[in-house]
């Protein structure tokens, strides 16, 4: 990493002075007495309130009192409940980063998240929670788990010299490498931020539940209005005593509350929150239960939610043939160490020995891994073939579905690209067989086309491999993944979790449909929804 003076202390305090300190500004919170208060705004709690306040006009103390025992008691409930969600979410609000590597006045130094400014120069390496979005300035096989801001739990690849992947965002983690980035937006004006100014601005909308209460409250008054108003009517009509008639009507109108009604709604909506409880799933509102009881669809992504995400390759395909992953044939084939080459080179992933002594745990992306550890179970020493250096890195593009490294050793660079097999059979011109380097025909295409098609339709994830030795003067990316020389490809088993099933089943009995999302091939996806009852005769991908 180069020598960065930053930003000077007198430069930062007064951008800091200016801007304010990196932190995200919240609504104000939500009191205690206000939260409590706001229990009684339902327009059924207002319904009975009035009916209390009749019932005292009446007279009649204890209907009052009770009626009121019962408002009370529903407002204490909701109140419990709404407050202790409130305290489990301040706890998970506590997650803002304390300290990070700065440099200032040309040093490096530990500094408080908050005091940060745009311009500062960062430090990240791995483990570490980016404290604001920044520019990477230089980066080294660093990978971000952006799950907080996607959703996506798989780590996405940086690169500095990618402009369009050259950002990191506030809260995000890195997983892998390490990089040096200039502070571009701090608190509100960090994506986070957006995000969370635009949640205070939002108004709380009524759930279904609330809305038909409300309604019901409303039909409820007007019945009752109208027929304490038919009564009195009738009564007076018939020449009854005025004052009797008003206290016939009025009596009429608090019978027709049903006071029972909000607690018996409030309990029930508090135990399915306890049961939520239970699952580890906290609801701010309790009428939020409802709205999980309303769910019809759940779209799930496939690698690591329905899957184990525990990466192993079990098939080879290598000049025409295909191997099992432990095959000792495989060591004896020409074109299988240029394969591994590539594999572990063109890779960011790293293995760290198990405690136990017994084989690897992977460090970073768990299908660069499993290609770490084929490697390793060939005994090929990973370290070692990583002598030489990158010269050019293309991370991994979800459009070209390619990754791509130039490679310098010695005097020799080489680009080593991996990616999905038919993204990387476009970019070949020429192939790999025992013999040599062939020119590609359309029969050669066919046949490693139906090849990586029945990896696929077995469930395994296809990686292809390719390379060329090229004259490095900094070219284009297209440029340097055209006219490759096509290695072969392998199948990664990637086995379902052994609950999904039973979740699926569960779930389509209660009415829910399931879908699978997967930037996998559609052949792949569609052998994994048939081992877990996903999908169904007939229906597509």
Known sequence: MENRAGLTSVEANRRLARFGPNTIVHAAANTPLRQFLSQFTSPLVILLLI?????????????????????????LLGFVQEFKAENALRALKKITVSTIRVIRDGVQRELDAADLVAGDVIILEEGDKVPADAKLLESMHLEVNEASLTGESLAVEKNAKD?????????????????????????????????????????????PLEKKLASVAKQLGILAGGA??????????????????????????????????????????????????????????LAAIEAVGSITVIATDKTGTITKNQMRVVDVWLGGKT??????????????????????????????????????????????????????????????????????????????????????????????????????????????????????THEKKEQIFEAF????????????????????????????????????????????????????????DAGIATVMITGDNELTALAIAKHIGLIDRGEEV
């Not at 304490?228 to 009429?252: E, R």
């Not at 084939?333 to 136990?356: E, H, M, Q, T, Y």
């Not at 390719?466 to 199948?491: D, M, P, Y």
């Open 51 to 75: 009916a209390a306040v009749l019932s005292l006009a009446l007279g009649e103390t204890f209907d009052a009192g009770l009626i009121l025992t019962i408002v009370v008691l529903n407002a």
């Open 163 to 207: 402009q369009k992947n050259n950002e990191v965002f506030l809260g995000t983690i890195v997983t892998h490498g390490r990089a040096v980035a200039e502070v571009a937006c701090t608190g509100s004006a960090t994506k986070f931020g957006a995000i969370a100014t635009k949640l205070s601005q939002m108004k709380e909308e009524a759930t």
């Open 228 to 285: 304490a108003i038919a009564v009195f009517t009738i009564g007076y009509l018939q020449h009854n005593p005025v004052i009797q008639m008003l206290l016939t009507a009025i009596s009429l109108a608090v019978a027709a509350v049903p006071e029972g009604l909000p607690a018996v709604i409030t309990i029930t909506l508090a135990v399915g929150t306890q049961r939520m409880a239970r699952k580890r799933a906290i609801l701010r509102k």
């Open 323 to 440: 191997y099992t992953a432990n095959d000792g044939k495989l060591r004896s084939s020409p074109i299988f160490p240029k394969l591994l080459n590539i594999a572990i080179r063109c890779n960011n992933a790293s293995l760290a020995p198990r405690g136990d002594g017994k084989g690897s745990d992977v460090i970073g992306d768990q299908t660069e891994g499993s290609l770490l550890l084929l490697a390793e179970d060939h005994h090929i020493d990973v370290p070692t073939q990583r002598q030489g250096r990158i010269v050019e890195e293309f991370a991994f593009d979800a459009t070209t579905k390619t990754m791509s490294v130039v490679w310098k050793e010695g005097a020799t660079v080489t680009v080593l690209t991996k990616g999905a097999p038919e993204s990387i059979l476009a970019r070949s011109s020429r192939f790999a067989d025992p013999k040599g380097e062939t020119n590609f």
């Open 453 to 508: 098609q029945s990896f696929a339709k077995q469930g395994l994830r296809v990686i292809a491999f390719a390379s060329k030795k090229i004259a490095w003067n900094g070219q284009s990316r297209q440029h340097v993944e055209c006219n490759l020389t096509f290695i072969g490809f392998v199948g990664i088993a990637d086995p379902p979790r052994e609950e999904v099933g039973e979740a699926i089943r569960m779930a389509r």
